[in-house]
């Protein structure tokens, strides 16, 4: 009996192991804003010894990248306010409770956390990453004795994995447009619809069984109850009247009324509609259109004009470190792109590869590109023609590489803080608290998808193009 009370206040093996990460969080993790620094010091370092560049040369590509990001900026602000206000609208946190009171075990909670986590993402990987967090909190308020930092780790993972198998990843959704770049260069004849690119056999079976292990992981990470590290943020589940009237003046009553409200969200739902109706359901799901419904359903979740600006406001500290950081990462893209750094990193991983193992190489090379290219659109410029003009010349599947390439740009989001920052931000912790767990999924997502690709393309076949 000793003994075995010894064993459990170690915790699980998979907790022993997790540990390590933790250990080296606690240490060597600063906040977000000097990660993105130390990112930028270490391209800039790179750039001169890898590249024929100078160093004034340098800070004119980084002055000139700031500035690239803007518009992408602003989009990625405004979604996480808009999807946070949503997530945070009474009626939204009303489900989630009662959902959440539905877990009476740590166990449950998390299997409930992880099919959360993935519906939520294939809706909009915004909306998880808010209402993800949120739902994390429900449940770690209801059921006691939940290690939070894993369920953070856990909720975030589902929102990126998601998005290996979401229609509406940015290359997924390019190689659907019409006439895109890699059309026009000639590496393809023509759009690639989503049942081959999205859901094919390869693509499929890797990522459910990822699925699966993330799900295992949830469950069996269990630490001694010593080092249980329980929601420390009160949880305000509590509606917030944003409607007090202080005088009731014709100015009061606009301010208060729902008429206006009402007849944006009616004429908000006819764009919607008639987006869809034109140009089909994949089609019409760009990001402005995913912004633009939920600012419709916040029209009628917060139904007057003073509510809805109120709590816009409320949320509107979400997007701060995004907004400042995002030009940094620019900074970062403009110094990899213009020097070569990004041409000269790929093709270097690329030139060990066959035609066998070119997905893996593209895996692993969009994973190292992505800790500082963090924008899967800005990748697929710089390492599509790349990659496919290694797999033209190695006979590769090149549908294999580019979803390789897929899991390698998510993937390395699990050590790349920027998409954290929003659920950071409403849990109130900082970077090291849920990266250490992070980067402790991303090393069995990085074995899963190594070995998928690897061995996948021999178990089932698939027609290549």
């Not at 202080?246 to 764009?271: C, H, R, S």
């Amino acid at each position: 009996m000793p003994n075995e009370n010894v064993k459990q206040s170690k915790g699980t093996p998979l907790w022993r192991l997790s540990k390590k990460f933790q250990y080296a969080a606690d240490r060597i993790i600063p906040d977000s804003l000097v990660f993105c620094l130390i990112l930028t010091f270490l391209v800039f370092v790179l750039a001169l010894i890898l590249t024929r560049t100078n160093p004034l040369d340098l800070c004119t590509y980084w002055f000139n990248g700031l500035w690239t990001q803007n518009s992408f900026a602003f989009q990625m602000g405004i979604m996480v306010v808009t999807c946070a206000t949503c997530a945070k609208a009474p009626q939204v946190k009303r489900v989630m409770n009662k959902l959440a009171s539905k877990a009476h075990t740590p166990t449950v909670a998390m299997i409930m956390l992880v099919i959360f986590g993935f519906v939520t993402s294939f809706i909009n990987w915004a909306f998880c990453t808010v209402v993800g967090a949120l739902f994390a909190m429900y449940l770690a308020k209801n059921v006691r004795g939940m290690h939070f930092p894993l369920m953070l780790a856990v909720i975030y993972t589902c929102m990126v994995f998601g998005q290996c198998l979401g229609p509406t990843a940015s290359v997924y959704a390019l190689l659907a447009t019409e006439d895109n770049f890699l059309i026009q260069a000639g590496y393809f004849d023509g759009i690639l619809s989503q049942d081959i690119t999205v859901y094919n056999p390869h693509n499929v079976i890797i990522w459910a069984i990822f699925a699966v292990i993330l799900l295992v992981i949830a469950i069996m990470t269990k630490p001694p109850q010593h080092e249980i590290v329980e929601l420390k943020t009160e949880l305000d589940d509590a509606d917030v009247n944003y409607d007090v009237e202080f005088k009731e003046t014709p100015a009061d009553k606009m301010n208060g009324g729902k008429l206006f409200m009402y007849i944006i969200g009616l004429a908000g739902i006819i764009v919607i509609a008639r987006e869809f109706i034109t140009k089909g359901f994949m089609g019409a799901l760009s990001m402005n259109l995913i912004i633009f419904l939920f600012i419709v359903a916040n029209c009628f979740l917060y139904k007057t004009p003073r509510a809805f600006i109120e709590a816009y406001k409320d949320n509107m500290k979400l997007a701060c470190e995004i907004i400042v950081q995002f030009p940094f990462y620019g900074g970062i893209m403009g110094i990899m792109q213009d020097s070569g750094l990004a041409q000269v990193i790929v093709a270097g991983i690329v030139s060990i590869a066959t035609a066998a193992t070119l997905p893996v190489w593209s895996f692993i090379s969009a994973a190292v590109v992505n800790l500082f290219i963090p924008s899967q659109g800005g990748q697929i410029i710089v390492q599509g023609p790349l990659l496919l003009d290694a797999a033209n010349q190695l006979g590769a599947n090149k549908i294999d590489v580019i979803n390789a390439f897929v899991y390698g740009d998510e993937c390395t989001n699990l050590l790349q803080p920027l998409y954290l920052i929003p659920m950071l931000a409403v849990v109130n912790m900082k970077l090291k608290d849920a990266w250490g767990m992070c980067a402790f999924i991303c090393l069995f997502w990085f074995i899963v998808v190594t070995l998928g690709y690897l061995i996948a393309p021999g178990l089932v076949p698939m027609a290549g193009i």
